[in-house]
T-cell receptor, first 111, second 111 residues
Framework: EAQVTQNPRYLITVTGKKLTVTCSQNMNHEYMSWYRQDPGLGLRQIYYSMNVEVTDKGDVPEGYKVSRKEKRNFPLILESPSPNQTSLYFC??????????FGEGSRLTVL | SQQGEEDPQALSIQEGENATMNCSYKTSINNLQWYRQNSGRGLVHLILIRSNEREKHSGRLRVTLDTSKKSSSLLITASRAADTASYFCATETDSWGKLQFGAGTQVVVTP
């Protein structure tokens, strides 16, 4: 089944404790992206990657890192999480310039 | 800042009625996409319309695009309770890869 898989789906952590949210897709898509969703703000793009070893900042990259060492994986790294990074995070992928396929989301709470 | 903004923010209708929501954006686009989200789940792609297209249909969905007014509309005909969801427009400009979402329209369809 074609899918985008995110882990963990739910996480509660404390300020400053490094964490990684993994994202994997099995559709051989070149493009992958991370979004955060906050009430009233819709989805805001954090980082995206057009292909392996190619990453670019979205609209809200501060406090986040990404890497794209393999085509299927695009982890989101929070080196020192803060409470304002409490959010619902979505990973998405696509082939070419068409529709995005989304994961089910990762709900992160930073205390 | 967000590229696309949906209007209205919320819409409540009865089954069988049509639902129309609008999306306005600020800069020239290559394509505009509509997505649906059920309560905190991942987004699902509905329709993509390119800048040289004016109207597209998919089942009970009709999307129009007016590039002179920088606006798009999504019409759901003969709505069903299962159409209850949030609907988002997303725009992609010449900066391929930066797909920006609006804040969404929350649609409630009552039986």
């Amino acid at each position: 089944e074609a899918q985008v898989t995110q882990n963990p789906r739910y996480l509660i952590t404390v300020t400053g404790k490094k964490l990684t949210v993994t994202c994997s897709q099995n559709m051989n898509h070149e493009y992958m992206s991370w979004y955060r969703q906050d009430p009233g703000l819709g989805l805001r793009q954090i980082y995206y990657s057009m292909n392996v070893e190619v990453t670019d900042k979205g609209d809200v990259p501060e406090g986040y890192k990404v890497s794209r060492k393999e085509k299927r994986n695009f982890p989101l790294i929070l080196e020192s999480p803060s409470p304002n990074q409490t959010s619902l995070y979505f990973c998405a992928s696509r082939k070419g310039t068409g529709e995005l396929f989304f994961g089910e989301g990762s709900r992160l709470t930073v205390l | 800042s967000q590229q696309g903004e949906e209007d209205p923010q919320a819409l409540s209708i009865q089954e069988g009625e049509n639902a129309t929501m609008n999306c306005s954006y600020k800069t020239s686009i290559n394509n505009l996409q509509w997505y649906r989200q059920n309560s905190g789940r991942g987004l699902v792609h509905l329709i993509l319309i390119r800048s040289n297209e004016r109207e597209k249909h998919s089942g009970r969905l009709r999307v129009t695009l007016d590039t002179s007014k920088k606006s798009s509309s999504l019409l759901i005909t003969a709505s069903r309770a299962a159409d209850t969801a949030s609907y988002f427009c997303a725009t992609e400009t010449d900066s391929w890869g930066k797909l920006q979402f609006g804040a969404g329209t929350q649609v409630v369809v009552t039986p």
